[in-house]
């Protein structure tokens, strides 16, 4: 059972229950890939990023590999530091 009350039986379950909601899932998934790409958290001025690459990846039925070369070739991780 999810937080939100939400019910499922099993990984077959599971992904039904993804899959009716793939935008939200993409749109989760993209934030903390992101996340983890920057290093840091995501910030409100990183989400026209994570929307195009939403965006981007739902013209390529939300392919990983289109996922994946959204944070490479988005701003955020373009201009992220590296520690000193």
């Known amino acids: 059972m999810l937080p939100d009350g939400t019910a499922f039986q099993g990984v077959p379950g599971l992904r039904t229950l993804l ?3 793939r935008e939200e899932f993409v749109g989760t998934v993209s934030e903390k890939l992101m996340t983890y790409a920057i290093g840091r958290a995501v910030e409100s001025f990183d ?7 939403e965006h981007e990846a739902a013209a390529t ?4 590999s289109s996922i994946i070369l959204g944070i490479v070739k988005s701003t955020p991780f373009q201009l992220r530091r590296a520690e000193s």
Do not use: C, E
């Not at 989400?47 to 690459?53: D, G, L, V």
């Open 19 to 21: 899959v009716s909601h």
């Open 47 to 53: 989400m026209p990023a994570i929307r195009k690459i």
């Open 61 to 64: 039925d939300y392919r990983w």
